[in-house]
């Protein structure tokens, strides 16, 4: 979710490349008359100009006629994609999205001290929501035992093979997250996401759950009603929610792991 629209553009940028290339080679290839096109109710008429009078061209010469009209439409689209191109090259190369963090970084400890810089830093963004989880977690606990079977690469005791493997990754991507905080949802219920990941690019928090057990029936009903009050709470799947499930004959897919906190967590 960090600087998504920063990937956005390269994305862009090379769409608009491989556009250019093959309008490039359309146009190379196309006729280099100069062909008139006009409609004429709902029929495509073609004439040239010669010695200032109109020569309609006739039938045997109306797929040359349509080239050069693609032809025409080709030049025009090209040249705005090379203008959008630029304006994406130009963005990119000047853009530095920490430099508001970097000027603030810069000031001594002492102006600092006797200013209001007006921005809150990313260090304080985390120390501030380090502050919220440790109250959370002392005012509110989760009194379903956890053994100490699974413990993860950051010394955390967790439920299942499954919410190991997704910790360490986590953790191997640097993300700040936290392990069954208490999450109030709308109505005063309390649950408890598997993770709580700290966004610092929205400066939200983004939730995952995984379903481990998605082939039992009374298990799959829980599940139902926790995404229905995740939902009625603004938390949706995709946006806000990250998901992962496993059954007996379908285990945790690393791969899709991998795959998820690079799309919604890392850029």
Request: contains cysteine.
């Amino acid at each position: 979710m960090k600087n998504d629209y920063l990937s956005e553009l390269e994305m862009r940028k090379k769409k608009l490349q491989k556009l250019e290339k093959r309008l490039k080679k359309d146009i190379e290839k196309a006729p280099e008359d100069k062909i008139y096109f006009f409609n004429a109710r709902g029929n495509a008429q073609f004439y040239r100009v010669e010695q200032g009078r109109r020569r309609y061209l006739p039938a045997a010469e109306r797929e040359k006629g349509c080239l050069i009209v693609q032809r025409d439409y080709d030049k025009k689209l090209l040249k705005l994609c090379q203008k959008e191109e630029e304006i994406i090259e130009r963005f990119l190369k000047d853009y530095r999205p920490d430099a508001v963090e970097e000027f603030i970084q810069s000031l001594t400890p002492a102006r600092r001290a006797i200013i209001d810089v007006k921005y809150e830093l990313g260090e304080r963004f985390l120390e501030q929501m380090e502050a919220y989880a440790a109250e959370q977690y002392q005012r509110i606990t989760n009194s379903y035992p956890v053994a100490d079977r699974f413990v993860t690469k950051r010394g955390e005791a967790v439920r299942s093979k499954s919410e190991l493997i997704i910790a360490d990754l986590l953790a191997d991507h640097d993300l700040t997250y936290y392990y069954e905080l208490p999450l109030e949802l709308s109505g005063g219920a309390v649950a408890f996401p598997d993770f709580s990941i700290v966004d610092q690019g929205s400066r939200k928090m983004v939730y995952w759950e995984h379903f481990g057990l998605t082939d039992d029936f009374n298990y799959s009903v829980k599940m139902a009603a926790k995404l229905n009050a995740y939902e009625r709470s603004g938390i949706f799947p995709g946006e806000n929610l990250i998901m992962t499930m496993e059954s007996r004959d379908c285990p945790l897919d690393v791969g899709l792991v991998k795959a998820k906190i690079k799309k919604y967590l890392v850029q």
